[in-house]
């Protein structure tokens, strides 16, 4: 199947289409809500949310004894509610640190909950069959009133966020500064918490408990790494979010045997790897082609100045020297005096070089010129 | 110096703990208006948990503070507080500008975004701390003098009657030093008070004009002329402390 012809089938098959925007809106919203849990450096506590989710869906199936998605989004959402709070006061009543209460909450909730998922697949009923599929999700089940759900939860959000854009800005870079200028900070903390938490439980269906974390952060982590500016990042983690979506349903949906959650996180991943090498600003690619350019232009600067040094000892500053005695200056090489020549800073003729009015003032003002560049 | 009498912090019985432990142990302590005060003593004594206190950010289990007169959930608009500039992460995606316009929003309030009035006053602040050139550098990218600037140029911004300012030297190369201590007498000359956490006892005769010595109690107050001096000195550093008190 081309793009072409896919793109075609997205239009016009109801399930593909259904999945196709569900996993979208996913995307992008666990990127949005994803890039605050980022900068808050909470980037675990969306992993201990879906994990301590688990034990409410099953919890919700033995009430009801039947498969339905509203009821479990319902049990996922206090469970994982009950969890983030249950991390918060560990934190604050005792001495444990934040990675640790994360991680005993995490195992607490997911052992309690693969207990009853053994225990419900034991049970004398055809029902329970397809439960285990919140561990890794389903794209497939999604239905049309899941994705409204969804589209309704990031319609909010985004009101929200729009709403207290200055608060949540504030609170994410200086909390106890944030304080100080009266602004409720516990409230703040919970919305935003709040809605973390009802992104990660929308997304289990689809994606699973174990991989939701990745939704939430490899497209924020992504995004950072292209722009230094919050609410271009917190946009562009929605972009990438929602690509990760749409392009992971397509491969899973053109490939046979191919589970969409997983695939969706890969494709997410990848945007990751991408940008922690090709972006500009922060990107590893770049940042080594800065440092060697800094390196040779410096060198440049060093050979010019002991060239300078020599000159000005001159009454003629263009007085021919012979290269040779600059072989006893560590770091000058062919190249850098070719350099210097296509700048035209210094003649080279045979054996000898002179140095230009150009390349003299320029030797001369390059104390200057790095303390300029210094301040721009 | 104008009006002793008056006084802009009162603080009376005041005792935090963390843990169990006492940080501070029944600070009783007035601070007049428009002073320069240094906050002196040995890490650990306190100083930024009393700064933190009077600004409720640490909740005491005793004691109580009055700004003017009033608590200060009432008067947070006469106060300012420049944090230590470690608290914070500087890789957070944002400018010099945007951080000096958070100064702002205090006066602004809930859900009102900052609009030309906000950013004149936020330009004039990042002015006089000289950084207005920096204005749309991300703040990584600036030295850490440069970010203290950014962070009292913030403070600025809230025009507050007193000021708060946890150990602003920390890090910062003496063109920096100079710069923030010539900005504080002159917040002085206006009228205000300015409270700083300080550890360079040195230099405490020459920028202050008020001190007080904590640790964990505290030890005195008052005026650096009358109060600073090796008694006081050896009382809260424990050891016997000879400092260059050389006037």
Same mark, same amino acid.
């Given at each position: 199947?081309?793009?072409?012809?896919?793109?075609?089938?997205?239009?016009?098959?109801?399930?593909?289409?259904?999945?196709?925007?569900?996993?979208?809106?996913?995307?992008?919203?666990?990127?949005?809500?994803?890039?605050?849990?980022?900068l808050?450096?909470?980037?675990?506590?969306?992993?201990?949310?879906?994990?301590?989710?688990?034990?409410?869906?099953?919890?919700?199936?033995?009430?009801?004894?039947?498969?339905?998605?509203?009821?479990?989004?319902?049990?996922?959402?206090?469970?994982?509610?009950?969890?983030?709070?249950?991390?918060?006061? &560990?934190?604050?009543?005792?001495?444990?640190?934040?990675?640790?209460?994360?991680?005993?909450?995490?195992?607490?909730?997911?052992?309690?909950?693969?207990?009853?998922?053994?225990?419900?697949?034991?049970?004398?009923?055809?029902?329970?069959?397809?439960?285990?599929?919140?561990?890794?999700?389903?794209?497939?089940?999604?239905?049309?009133?899941?994705?409204?759900?969804?589209?309704?939860?990031?319609?909010?959000?985004?009101?929200?966020?729009?709403?207290?854009w200055k608060e949540l800005k504030l609170l994410l870079f200086d909390?106890?500064y944030t304080?100080t200028l009266?602004?409720?900070?516990?409230?703040?903390?919970?919305?935003?918490?709040?809605?973390?938490?009802?992104?990660?439980?929308?997304?289990?269906?689809?994606?699973?408990?174990?991989?939701?974390?990745?939704?939430?952060?490899?497209?924020?982590?992504?995004?950072r790494q292209w722009t230094n500016n919050l609410a271009v990042m917190v946009i562009l983690?929605? &972009?990438?979010?929602?690509?990760?979506?749409?392009?992971?349903?397509?491969?899973?949906?053109?490939? !046979? !045997?191919?589970? +969409?959650?997983?695939? &969706?996180?890969?494709?997410?991943?990848?945007?990751?790897? @991408?940008?922690?090498?090709?972006s500009p600003g922060r990107?590893?690619?770049?940042?080594?082609?800065r440092?060697?350019? !800094?390196?040779?232009?410096?060198?440049?600067?060093? +050979?010019?100045?002991?060239?300078?040094?020599?000159?000005?000892?001159?009454?003629? &500053?263009?007085?021919?020297?012979?290269?040779?005695?600059?072989?006893?200056?560590?770091?000058?090489?062919?190249?850098?005096?070719?350099?210097?020549?296509?700048?035209?800073?210094?003649?080279?003729?045979?054996?000898?070089?002179?140095?230009? +009015?150009?390349?003299?003032?320029?030797?001369?003002?390059?104390?200057n010129q790095l303390l300029k560049q210094e301040d721009e | 110096?104008?009006?002793?009498?008056?006084?802009?912090?009162?603080?009376?019985?005041?005792?935090?703990?963390?843990?169990?432990?006492?940080?501070?142990?029944?600070?009783?302590?007035?601070?007049?208006?428009?002073?320069?005060?240094?906050?002196?003593?040995?890490?650990?004594?306190?100083?930024?948990?009393?700064?933190?206190?009077?600004?409720?950010?640490?909740?005491?289990?005793?004691?109580?503070?009055?700004?003017?007169?009033?608590?200060?959930?009432?008067?947070?608009?006469?106060?300012a507080y420049v944090p230590q500039k470690g608290s914070v992460d500087w890789d957070f995606p944002t400018t010099a500008l945007d951080v000096v316009m958070m100064g702002t929003y205090g006066s602004l309030?809930?859900?009102k975004r900052p609009g030309q009035k906000q950013k004149k006053a936020a330009l004039e602040a990042l002015e006089k701390v000289g950084m207005l050139a920096f204005k749309n550098r991300q703040i990584s990218q600036l030295s850490g003098g440069q970010q203290q600037r950014i962070f009292l140029a913030r403070a600025l911004v809230q025009n507050a009657?007193?000021y @708060?300012m946890?150990?602003p030297f920390q890090g910062v190369d003496?063109t920096t030093e100079k710069a923030i201590i010539n900005i504080l007498?002159e917040l002085?000359?206006a009228?205000?008070?300015?409270?700083?956490?300080?550890?360079?006892?040195?230099?405490?005769?020459?920028?202050?004009?008020?001190?007080?010595?904590?640790?964990?109690?505290?030890?005195?107050?008052?005026?650096?002329?009358?109060? @600073?001096?090796?008694?006081?000195?050896?009382?809260?550093?424990?050891?016997?402390?000879?400092?260059?008190?050389?006037?």
């Amino acid at each position: 199947m081309n793009p072409q012809e896919y793109i075609e089938l997205v239009f016009t098959d109801y399930t593909l289409r259904t999945i196709t925007i569900g996993t979208a809106v996913l995307g992008a919203i666990c990127g949005m809500l994803g890039s605050f849990a980022v900068l808050r450096k909470q980037s675990l506590l969306g992993d201990a949310i879906s994990h301590a989710a688990l034990p409410g869906i099953a919890i919700a199936f033995l009430i009801i004894k039947t498969k339905n998605s509203s009821a479990f989004l319902l049990g996922a959402l206090i469970s994982g509610l009950i969890g983030t709070f249950w991390i918060r006061g &560990i934190i604050k009543k005792t001495h444990l640190k934040s990675d640790t209460a994360l991680g005993l909450i995490l195992s607490l909730f997911f052992g309690f909950g693969m207990l009853l998922l053994t225990y419900i697949q034991k049970m004398p009923n055809a029902n329970q069959a397809g439960l285990e599929s919140y561990l890794f999700g389903q794209a497939a089940t999604l239905l049309e009133s899941d994705v409204w759900l969804m589209v309704i939860v990031t319609g909010i959000s985004l009101i929200v966020l729009l709403l207290f854009w200055k608060e949540l800005k504030l609170l994410l870079f200086d909390p106890d500064y944030t304080k100080t200028l009266g602004f409720n900070t516990k409230f703040l903390d919970i919305l935003i918490t709040s809605f973390i938490v009802v992104a990660i439980v929308l997304g289990l269906q689809t994606v699973g408990v174990v991989l939701m974390s990745a939704m939430l952060l490899a497209p924020a982590a992504a995004a950072r790494q292209w722009t230094n500016n919050l609410a271009v990042m917190v946009i562009l983690a929605a &972009i990438f979010g929602a690509f990760s979506g749409i392009l992971g349903t397509a491969i899973s949906a053109s490939q !046979n !045997n191919l589970s +969409t959650g997983p695939v &969706i996180v890969l494709v997410a991943a990848v945007f990751v790897v @991408f940008s922690f090498l090709f972006s500009p600003g922060r990107g590893l690619l770049f940042r080594e082609i800065r440092f060697r350019k !800094n390196r040779n232009d410096l060198q440049l600067h060093k +050979t010019l100045s002991f060239m300078y040094n020599i000159a000005k000892t001159h009454e003629d &500053i263009s007085h021919p020297h012979a290269i040779r005695i600059l072989n006893n200056f560590q770091g000058f090489t062919r190249k850098s005096l070719q350099k210097l020549e296509d700048k035209d800073f210094v003649k080279i003729q045979g054996t000898m070089w002179s140095m230009t +009015t150009k390349g003299y003032h320029a030797a001369a003002n390059l104390y200057n010129q790095l303390l300029k560049q210094e301040d721009e | 110096m104008t009006s002793k009498e008056k006084i802009a912090v009162q603080i009376d019985d005041l005792t935090v703990a963390y843990n169990y432990k006492p940080v501070l142990w029944d600070i009783d302590l007035a601070i007049p208006e428009g002073v320069l005060m240094a906050i002196v003593g040995p890490n650990g004594a306190g100083k930024s948990t009393l700064i933190k206190s009077i600004l409720d950010i640490i909740k005491p289990i005793a004691g109580s503070i009055q700004i003017y007169g009033k608590a200060y959930k009432t008067q947070r608009s006469l106060v300012a507080y420049v944090p230590q500039k470690g608290s914070v992460d500087w890789d957070f995606p944002t400018t010099a500008l945007d951080v000096v316009m958070m100064g702002t929003y205090g006066s602004l309030g809930w859900i009102k975004r900052p609009g030309q009035k906000q950013k004149k006053a936020a330009l004039e602040a990042l002015e006089k701390v000289g950084m207005l050139a920096f204005k749309n550098r991300q703040i990584s990218q600036l030295s850490g003098g440069q970010q203290q600037r950014i962070f009292l140029a913030r403070a600025l911004v809230q025009n507050a009657s007193i000021y @708060f300012m946890d150990e602003p030297f920390q890090g910062v190369d003496a063109t920096t030093e100079k710069a923030i201590i010539n900005i504080l007498k002159e917040l002085r000359k206006a009228g205000k008070t300015v409270i700083v956490v300080h550890h360079d006892l040195q230099t405490v005769p020459e920028y202050f004009d008020w001190v007080t010595f904590l640790n964990v109690k505290k030890i005195a107050t008052g005026p650096v002329k009358d109060i @600073f001096n090796d008694d006081n000195l050896t009382k809260t550093y424990g050891i016997n402390y000879k400092v260059a008190v050389s006037q």
